[in-house]
């Protein structure tokens, strides 16, 4: 994630050429798919501009070429008129690639531009050469406004110039100091046209990067968030629950079962673990706790929930087991300790360390969690008052045997 979050700052500083922002490889798909909706409206604007210009400047027709005024007032209403409004339903109801779009819109402004060259070679007016500079300022919002890709600038900027160069050659006045003003026309326009369709790339360009880094941002701190929460849930000496934890854990459990669910909650404590930390150190104590810790997680069994309450007290909590299930069950949590064989020579009970469970078995509508545990707790000293290493569990009033009373 951070490598992530290093390489959209990269691309952000504009490092490519001459200062473009360069897409990593990895987002050039996310990106055209963000911007193609946007694309796609500028080639229509683009063509309803350009279209409504291109009609309102029919009135200066009798000005520009009076010679040629009812051939340009055919070419503005009918020709261009209905081949843009053909355009623009195709660009809204037809489905195709952008690219397609684009060299379609492309191709119609270039007839607009090449119908006012052909005024220019047919009419006797030097008004006429006023449709060259029209059809560069044309150049220019096109450029400015389509949200084109480079290389289609070029091509349509070179075409538009080659066509007002052979509408000059063959226009009413030959002369060729108007071949080096086309030259120099075409440079001062479409010159700061491609400036100004490298900024706004640019500008898209940075947007979406700036967004990307947002979000990666977003995702770093999520994952962080959800770090920091499960560590905070976590007992950082034996990797299991601890009390907020396993609170957190058996409430989701409970959540996911019926009111009339069973619920066992056992509490587990290490026989003399205060003998075994003064006898053999408390480095080996901690080691100690990591594995019986470990043990009773995995007799716990997917279904349990395995938990460390604080020092050598453990809890175990399982929803949805049976009564007659949870004797031999508990008997399984206590087992899996005292086949670890960890060597106790000052405990009373055996020679290997071991532990002590008492168990509630109850109803999760009938008792609430906390009495629950207060039961399994005195059910787990009445285990180590009896001699510890063994089971006690606490008969709650069963199901069953109240239903029998009542009938």
């Known amino acids: 994630m951070q490598e992530e979050a290093t390489e959209l700052d990269r691309a952000l500083e504009g490092r490519g050429w001459l200062g473009r922002v360069a897409i990593p490889p990895g987002r050039m798909g996310a990106f055209a798919a963000q911007t193609q909706a946007m694309r796609r409206h500028a080639l229509s604007m683009s063509v309803l501009i350009g279209l409504g210009f291109y009609l309102a400047f029919a009135a200066g027709d009798w000005f520009t070429v009076p010679d040629q005024v009812w051939l340009a007032l055919t070419f503005r209403f009918a020709i261009m008129l209905p081949l843009g409004l053909a355009v623009l339903y195709w660009l809204h109801h037809v489905r195709s690639s952008l690219m397609v779009q684009q060299v379609v819109t492309c191709g119609f402004h270039l007839l607009a531009v090449s119908l006012l060259a052909f005024l220019v070679t047919r009419s006797d007016s030097a008004n006429a050469l006023g449709f060259v500079f029209a059809s560069y300022a044309a150049l220019m919002a096109m450029v400015i406004s389509m949200a084109l890709p480079v290389r289609l600038v070029m091509v349509l900027a070179i075409t538009v110039m080659l066509v007002q160069a052979l509408a000059i050659a063959f226009g009413p006045i030959q002369l060729p100091i108007l071949q080096l003003h086309n030259l120099m026309t075409a440079i001062v326009i479409v010159g700061p046209a491609l400036f100004a369709n490298r900024t706004l790339e640019n500008e898209r360009r940075r947007h979406f ?66 003998l075994y930390n003064d006898h053999y150190g408390h480095a080996a104590g901690d080691r100690a706790l990591r594995r019986v810790a470990q043990a009773l997680a995995e007799a716990a069994g997917p279904v349990g929930r395995a938990g460390r309450l604080g020092g050598e007290e453990f809890i175990i909590a399982v929803t949805g087991i049976s009564s007659e299930e949870i004797e031999l069950y508990a008997e399984r949590l206590r087992a899996s300790v005292q086949r670890l064989a960890l060597a106790h020579c000052d405990s009373s009970t055996a020679d290997v360390v071991t532990v002590s469970v008492g168990v509630v078995l109850g109803l999760r509508d009938r008792a609430d969690i906390p009495t629950l545990f207060e039961t399994a707790d005195a059910a787990l000293y009445r285990a180590k008052a009896a001699g510890r290493n063994r089971v006690v569990i606490h008969d709650l009033p069963r199901p069953n045997a109240e239903a029998c009373r009542t009938g």
């Open 209 to 274: 990067l700036l967004i990307e880094r947002e979000e990666s941002r977003k995702r770093q701190l999520a994952e962080q968030r959800d770090m920091l929460s499960r560590l905070a849930a976590l007992d950082p000496l034996t990797d299991i629950a601890n009390r907020r934890g396993f609170h957190a854990a058996l409430a989701s459990d409970l959540g996911r079962v019926g009111p009339d669910a069973l619920v066992a909650i056992a509490m587990v404590d290490i026989d003399h673990f205060k």
